[in-house]
Every structure is written in structure tokens, then in C-alpha cells.
């Protein structure tokens, strides 16, 4: 291992800047009965996330995240707070640099819930497995969870209780997911009976969702995936260890992969994170590979973030870190205006792309660099292979739209309906934008649910035009205010808090989106069929 200096600790905090039914009920009560299939069974009706991560309490070491989603000790140990994120601990500390919280805050947790979760709480569990039941009772029908990974934050975080290598840290989020749905069950009448079904198959899939449940496909989101990180050009995996590691993520139930994320690696070239964050994960990328990112100017409309230059962002954010760099570092320089990763595929990535299409994997190209994404998208292309993703708004826009002409699956990052004030688009403009003059079978959102990434806070206009209780949700079900414990939420006053709001979100969009409305009901409806559609187009099993 690569020594790493503590001081950087502070630049992690930057780069980490990535539903109970009609009667509301404190978590752990008793369920009630399930709903009822969806007529016929086929085609599936409702709705997928495209884009989760329900098991990230087990990644990073198992310590930088507060809470898990469920506990066999119920949610008095699931959901109470955590002493490294009480006041200016270290946790409260990178909470407020990534979603901007007080490090004075509270860690109140179960069961008043006074402190978390809120929509911006980032390093606290917000998907008790309580609030995944509600957005099911309100139209989810499939939710594809990803088993995240990062070595070098998890080697950053001061605490931890897991090893740091990212193959390791995907066994024991695998490990918890089947242990959650064990849980489920146990609560439902036995093994097999939950609400929640873990899916290897898109066969599996429409079996689950016809019988009313939700279906849980599995990924990895991870930097060094297979082994293969890199070292100052020199790869840390060989093609016969990513086939072998292909073929354990299967026989880990895994169904679709990011082959890029944040950092380049052996396989290729990552997309930048813009400003300050861009600046943090650059060094976390010269602390990965030895080297910084590397860019030119690149037109033709499609581009990478901009960066900071040296004597900009890059130098004062080193500084007010007090991050003293390896003897003879340089800063790095780069072009002014639009800018791409010189890095594409490499031989060992192409390698991969063909081996998981083999395989019948999805690939997600979000994080990957424009070049990097262009060359997955050709070999896609040449193999008339449809089995690709793009599914939390990280891809160039004419990617996105060429994945769904290529009958690939998009998917838009879940931003509010409307204007927040904080510089974010809106749901509802991404998706017009995503599928202006395409045919589009189906359309997914990405909630990125303790990804280290916000949900949607309260819209602007929420108190003059607000999503009014109980409400009619996209499914026909109706619904009145969420409960956590004590706390009940209202998507008006606090957004997307905890996953049990998105059932509120998805009734604030169709609201919001006035004369689209039917047809973006249609497409989110479709979204779940859209998404297995793809998956039996490049696997039969």
C-alpha cells in the first residue's frame, strides 16, 4: 500500500460531493398486505431506479457511513447515531463539507429522527428498508442497487472496521444485501415471502414483478474494479484475472458494472467532476495512479468538466488542506475552455467491454471520459449489443441520447421537479431534453441514494404551489404523509429526506410537468419493462 498523508483526509470530504403504506407507520411495525400483482403479470408496470446504493453502510471500511438499512436489533440499532459524526467529530465534520450541514448539528437518530435523515445528509443511512417498502407500495418495480467501492477514501477515513481493497468491499455489501432480504422475509411469513426479491435474470425480474413484489437487480460501482487499478501506466490486472473476476461478480448475483469511476485506471480514462470536487478526486487520482489527470481541447460539442487551473482552484484548495505534495510534483495546467480526457479505452478495457458482453452484463457508461464512453458505444455498435446504461445524468448529453438509440436504457440523476435555488436542473427538463424527437420504450430515474450524492431538496414555489396530502401516487394508490419513528415528513418542507418520499416525488413530477404529464407517466411506468427489455436483449438466461 502506497502511503497516504492524513491531511488529505479533508480534500475525501470534497470528493465525496457521489415507503409505508396509505396508513403511515413508525418502521418495523407489522406489514400489511401485499399489493396485488400487476394485471397479467406482462408487461411490467411501474417503475425503476436505475441508479441506488442500499448497501453502502458495508462499504469504505463499514465506518464513513451512519446507520444501515435495517438490523436484526431493529431500528433503535439501524438507524442511531454514530459518536465520530457528533459534534465536530470527524464524520460531522466531512458531512458538512459534503452536503453542506452544521458540524455543530445533532446526531439524533432513532427514533425522533431530529438531525437525519435529510436530503443532504450524506454519510447518513436514507434508505431504512421501511421507506424502499413505501416507494414500492407507490409504483417502484425495480431497483438497481450498486455495490460501491473506493480504496483510496476508505484509506483516508481514520476509522474503519473492513479492509480497504475494493473486490473486499464489494463481498461484504453482496453479504449484507442477501441478509436484508433474509431479514424482509423473516418479517413477510418466511423465506421467499418479502416484498423484496434479489433478481440474477430479467426472467427473474417480470416473475417478481408480476407478482406484485420488487425486483432488485445488482451492480458494482467501483474505481479499481477487477484489480485493475494503475500505477504510473503500469495495470494491476491481467485479461485472464478480469475474466475470472467477471465470473465471480457473477456468481455474486452481479448483473451490470461501471468499468470507470472517478479516477482513470487500467481500463480507462474517467470523466472529471467539476470545480472544487474536480479538484479533490485529481488528487485523489495522482494518490491512485501516480499521475494527475490529463486533458486537451476537444470540440465537435461533447467534452469533459472544465478544471480549475493551477494557480486557481487546484492551488488554494492544497493550501487551505495543508496538503504538502510529494518532492517534485507540479501542479498540473489546463486548457482554457472545453476540455476531454486523453485517456480512452486501453487494450485491457476493450478486453473487459468484450468479456462482460460475453457474459450478457450491462455496462454503464456514466463516469466514463467522453472518449472512453465513445469507445465502449462503438464496439456496442459493431456487436448490435444494446445492453448498455447511462443512468444518473454523468453522461455528455448526445451520449445519453445515443444510448437510447442504440435501444440502450437512460435514466435522469432524480433532481426535483422544479427550480431549487441551488443551480441544479430539474427532473423534468432533463428528461425533455433526453428524449426530445427519440422513441423511448421506457425511462428510469437514478436516486444515487447514499452514493455520497444529495436528493432533491424542497422546489422554491413548494409553499405556493404545493404537492397537497394525502395524494394520488403515479400508481392510482393514495397516500398521506411518510413516517420515521416519531418524525412525519412532507416533501414540501423537506424533499426527498429518506427513500420512503420518493413515492411524494414521483406524484410531484406529474403535477409539475402540466401538458406532459400523460406522457411522462407512460415512460416512468414503462420504465421497469424498458429496463428488462434491455437486459433480455443481451441475456436469455
Same mark, same amino acid.
Request: charged share 20%; proline share 6%; aromatic share 6%.
Given at each position: 500500500?502506497?502511503?497516504?498523508?492524513?491531511?488529505?483526509?479533508?480534500?475525501?470530504? #470534497?470528493?465525496?460531493?457521489?415507503?409505508?403504506?396509505?396508513?403511515? *407507520?413508525?418502521?418495523?411495525?407489522?406489514?400489511?398486505?401485499?399489493?396485488?400483482?400487476?394485471?397479467?403479470?406482462?408487461?411490467?408496470?411501474?417503475?425503476?431506479?436505475?441508479?441506488? +446504493?442500499?448497501?453502502?453502510?458495508?462499504?469504505?471500511?463499514?465506518?464513513?457511513?451512519?446507520?444501515?438499512?435495517?438490523? !436484526?436489533?431493529?431500528? !433503535?440499532?439501524?438507524?442511531?447515531?454514530?459518536?465520530?459524526?457528533?459534534?465536530?467529530?470527524?464524520?460531522?465534520?466531512?458531512?458538512?463539507?459534503?452536503?453542506?450541514?452544521?458540524?455543530?448539528?445533532? $446526531?439524533?437518530?432513532?427514533?425522533?429522527?431530529?438531525?437525519?435523515?435529510? +436530503?443532504?445528509?450524506?454519510?447518513?443511512? !436514507?434508505?431504512?428498508?421501511?421507506?424502499?417498502?413505501?416507494?414500492?407500495?407507490?409504483?417502484?418495480?425495480?431497483?438497481?442497487?450498486?455495490? #460501491?467501492a473506493?480504496?483510496?477514501?476508505?484509506?483516508?477515513?481514520?476509522?474503519?472496521?473492513?479492509?480497504?481493497?475494493?473486490t473486499?468491499?464489494?463481498?461484504?455489501?453482496?453479504?449484507?444485501?442477501?441478509?436484508?432480504?433474509?431479514?424482509?422475509?423473516?418479517?413477510?411469513?418466511?423465506?421467499?415471502?418479502?416484498?423484496?426479491?434479489?433478481?440474477?435474470?430479467p426472467?427473474?425480474?417480470?416473475?417478481? %414483478?408480476?407478482?406484485?413484489?420488487?425486483?432488485?437487480?445488482?451492480?458494482?460501482?467501483?474505481?479499481?474494479?477487477?484489480?485493475?487499478?494503475?500505477?504510473?501506466?503500469?495495470?494491476?490486472?491481467?485479461? *485472464?484475472?478480469?475474466?475470472?473476476?467477471?465470473?465471480?461478480?457473477?456468481?455474486?448475483?452481479?448483473?451490470? #458494472?461501471?468499468l470507470?469511476?472517478?479516477?482513470?485506471?487500467a481500463?480507462?480514462?474517467?470523466?472529471?467532476d467539476?470545480? $472544487?470536487?474536480? %479538484?479533490?478526486?485529481?488528487?485523489?487520482?495522482l494518490?491512485?495512479?501516480?499521475?494527475?489527470?490529463?486533458?486537451?481541447?476537444?470540440?465537435?460539442?461533447?467534452?469533459?468538466?472544465?478544471?480549475?487551473?493551477?494557480?486557481?482552484?487546484?492551488?488554494?484548495?492544497?493550501?487551505?488542506?495543508?496538503?504538502?505534495?510529494?518532492?517534485?510534483?507540479?501542479?498540473?495546467?489546463?486548457?482554457?475552455?472545453?476540455?476531454?480526457?486523453?485517456?480512452?479505452?486501453?487494450?485491457?478495457?476493450?478486453?473487459?467491454?468484450?468479456?462482460?458482453?460475453?457474459?450478457?452484463?450491462?455496462?454503464n457508461?456514466?463516469?466514463?471520459?467522453?472518449?472512453?464512453?465513445?469507445?465502449?458505444?462503438?464496439?456496442?455498435?459493431?456487436?448490435?449489443?444494446?445492453?448498455?446504461?447511462?443512468?444518473?445524468?454523468?453522461?455528455?448529453?448526445?451520449?445519453?441520447?445515443?444510448?437510447?438509440?442504440?435501444?440502450?436504457?437512460?435514466?435522469?440523476?432524480?433532481?426535483?421537479?422544479?427550480?431549487?435555488?441551488?443551480?441544479?436542473?430539474?427532473?423534468?427538463?432533463?428528461?425533455?431534453?433526453?428524449?426530445?424527437?427519440?422513441?423511448?420504450?421506457?425511462?428510469?430515474?437514478?436516486s444515487?441514494?447514499?452514493?455520497?450524492?444529495?436528493?432533491?431538496?424542497?422546489?422554491?414555489d413548494?409553499?405556493?404551489?404545493?404537492?397537497?396530502?394525502?395524494?394520488?401516487?403515479?400508481?392510482?394508490?393514495?397516500?398521506?404523509? %411518510?413516517?420515521?419513528?416519531?418524525?412525519?415528513?412532507?416533501?414540501?418542507?423537506?424533499?426527498?429526506?429518506?427513500?420512503?418520499?420518493?413515492?411524494?416525488?414521483?406524484?410531484?413530477?406529474?403535477?409539475?410537468?402540466?401538458?406532459? *404529464?400523460?406522457?411522462?407517466?407512460?415512460?416512468?411506468?414503462?420504465g421497469?419493462?424498458?429496463?428488462?427489455?434491455?437486459?433480455?436483449?443481451?441475456?436469455?438466461?
Amino acid at each position: 500500500m502506497r502511503p497516504i498523508r492524513p491531511a488529505l483526509i479533508a480534500l475525501v470530504g #470534497v470528493c465525496l460531493a457521489v415507503t409505508i403504506g396509505v396508513v403511515p *407507520a413508525t418502521a418495523d411495525t407489522a406489514h400489511s398486505p401485499a399489493v396485488p400483482p400487476d394485471a397479467g403479470g406482462r408487461p411490467i408496470v411501474g417503475l425503476v431506479d436505475a441508479h441506488a +446504493h442500499l448497501n453502502a453502510s458495508a462499504a469504505f471500511g463499514g465506518s464513513l457511513h451512519c446507520g444501515r438499512p435495517f438490523d !436484526q436489533a431493529g431500528p !433503535q440499532v439501524a438507524l442511531a447515531g454514530c459518536p465520530a459524526h457528533a459534534r465536530l467529530g470527524v464524520g460531522a465534520l466531512l458531512e458538512t463539507i459534503v452536503g453542506g450541514s452544521d458540524p455543530a448539528a445533532g $446526531t439524533a437518530g432513532w427514533p425522533t429522527m431530529a438531525d437525519w435523515p435529510r +436530503h443532504n445528509t450524506l454519510l447518513h443511512e !436514507q434508505a431504512y428498508y421501511t421507506g424502499i417498502e413505501r416507494a414500492w407500495r407507490g409504483g417502484l418495480r425495480m431497483i438497481n442497487t450498486l455495490l #460501491v467501492a473506493n480504496r483510496v477514501i476508505c484509506e483516508l477515513y481514520p476509522q474503519r472496521t473492513g479492509p480497504c481493497d475494493e473486490t473486499s468491499q464489494i463481498r461484504a455489501q453482496a453479504t449484507q444485501l442477501h441478509q436484508m432480504q433474509s431479514y424482509i422475509d423473516s418479517r413477510s411469513g418466511g423465506p421467499g415471502k418479502g416484498w423484496f426479491r434479489i433478481v440474477t435474470s430479467p426472467a427473474q425480474a417480470r416473475a417478481v %414483478a408480476a407478482a406484485g413484489k420488487l425486483a432488485v437487480s445488482v451492480g458494482v460501482e467501483s474505481s479499481e474494479i477487477l484489480g485493475c487499478s494503475e500505477w504510473q501506466g503500469r495495470p494491476g490486472c491481467t485479461a *485472464a484475472q478480469i475474466d475470472s473476476g467477471l465470473d465471480e461478480l457473477r456468481r455474486l448475483g452481479v448483473s451490470n #458494472v461501471f468499468l470507470v469511476h472517478k479516477f482513470d485506471n487500467a481500463l480507462g480514462g474517467t470523466r472529471f467532476d467539476p470545480g $472544487t470536487t474536480g %479538484a479533490a478526486l485529481n488528487v485523489g487520482n495522482l494518490i491512485a495512479t501516480g499521475h494527475w489527470w490529463q486533458a486537451r481541447s476537444c470540440t465537435g460539442g461533447e467534452a469533459d468538466h472544465p478544471q480549475p487551473i493551477a494557480d486557481d482552484g487546484l492551488e488554494r484548495l492544497l493550501r487551505e488542506a495543508r496538503v504538502d505534495l510529494p518532492a517534485g510534483t507540479t501542479l498540473p495546467v489546463y486548457p482554457a475552455g472545453p476540455i476531454c480526457n486523453i485517456r480512452g479505452l486501453t487494450d485491457l478495457g476493450r478486453h473487459a467491454v468484450e468479456s462482460a458482453m460475453d457474459r450478457g452484463m450491462l455496462l454503464n457508461i456514466d463516469h466514463m471520459s467522453v472518449r472512453t464512453a465513445r469507445d465502449v458505444l462503438d464496439i456496442a455498435k459493431r456487436r448490435h449489443y444494446a445492453g448498455i446504461l447511462t443512468a444518473h445524468t454523468w453522461s455528455d448529453r448526445q451520449i445519453a441520447r445515443d444510448v437510447l438509440a442504440l435501444s440502450g436504457f437512460a435514466a435522469t440523476y432524480a433532481y426535483a421537479a422544479g427550480d431549487t435555488g441551488t443551480g441544479e436542473p430539474d427532473f423534468l427538463s432533463e428528461w425533455r431534453a433526453d428524449s426530445a424527437g427519440l422513441t423511448v420504450h421506457g425511462y428510469g430515474y437514478g436516486s444515487d441514494v447514499n452514493g455520497l450524492a444529495p436528493q432533491a431538496p424542497p422546489r422554491l414555489d413548494a409553499s405556493s404551489d404545493p404537492l397537497r396530502y394525502p395524494f394520488t401516487a403515479i400508481n392510482g394508490v393514495t397516500m398521506d404523509k %411518510a413516517v420515521l419513528g416519531t418524525r412525519t415528513y412532507d416533501l414540501n418542507r423537506d424533499g426527498v429526506a429518506q427513500y420512503g418520499l420518493y413515492a411524494d416525488w414521483y406524484a410531484d413530477l406529474l403535477q409539475a410537468a402540466g401538458s406532459d *404529464a400523460p406522457r411522462l407517466r407512460a415512460q416512468l411506468m414503462s420504465g421497469a419493462e424498458g429496463y428488462v427489455r434491455m437486459w433480455e436483449s443481451v441475456r436469455r438466461d
